[in-house]
C-alpha cells in the first residue's frame, strides 16, 4: 500500500491542524495505522495508533486530549486532527501502515516504528510560539 501523507503546515501556538494519511492502492482496512513525528535532531516518536476498524486507538500519553485519530475506510484515509498545538509539536509527521492482523500483536507493538511496513512522505507541521 502506498501512503501519502497531508495537511501540514504552519501555524501559532494554540491553533489546529488536521493530517490525513490516504492510501492510494491496497485493501486500506487490513491494516493499521500508526503516526509518528520526529523533531530536528530527534528520534522518530510514536504519536497516535488505530486499528483496522477505527475502534481500537492509542496515544502518545502527552498527546491525550489534544490530538485525535480516526479513520474513513470507505476514502481509505486516517486522519489526525490535532488541537491546542504547542511549540513543541513541530516535527516532521509521518503515517505508517502496519500489516499485523491480530490485537494482542498490535497492542504490544504500535509504538514502534520497525513494526510498520508502509511509510509515506511525512508533512511538515511548524508551530510558532
Known amino acids: 500500500v502506498q501512503l501519502q501523507a497531508s495537511g501540514g503546515g504552519s501555524v501559532q501556538a494554540g491553533g489546529s491542524l488536521r493530517l490525513s494519511c490516504g492510501a492510494s492502492?491496497?485493501?486500506?482496512?487490513?491494516?493499521?495505522v500508526g503516526w509518528f513525528r520526529q523533531a530536528p535532531g530527534k528520534e522518530r516518536e510514536f504519536v497516535a495508533a488505530?486499528?483496522?476498524?477505527?475502534?481500537?486507538?492509542y496515544y502518545q500519553e502527552s498527546m491525550k486530549g489534544r490530538f485525535f485519530i480516526y479513520r474513513d475506510n470507505s476514502k481509505k484515509t486516517v486522519y489526525l486532527e490535532m488541537n491546542s498545538l504547542k511549540a513543541e509539536d513541530t516535527a516532521v509527521y509521518y503515517c505508517?501502515?502496519?500489516?499485523?492482523?491480530?490485537?494482542?500483536?498490535?497492542?504490544?507493538?504500535?509504538?514502534?516504528?520497525?513494526?510498520?511496513?508502509?511509510w509515506g512522505r511525512g508533512t511538515l507541521v511548524t508551530v510558532s510560539s
Open positions: 492502492d491496497g485493501t486500506f482496512s487490513d491494516y493499521a
Open positions: 488505530i486499528g483496522w476498524g477505527g475502534y481500537i486507538k
Open positions: 505508517a501502515a502496519s500489516s499485523m492482523h491480530k490485537p494482542g500483536d498490535y497492542s504490544a507493538s504500535y509504538r514502534y516504528p520497525s513494526r510498520y511496513d508502509y
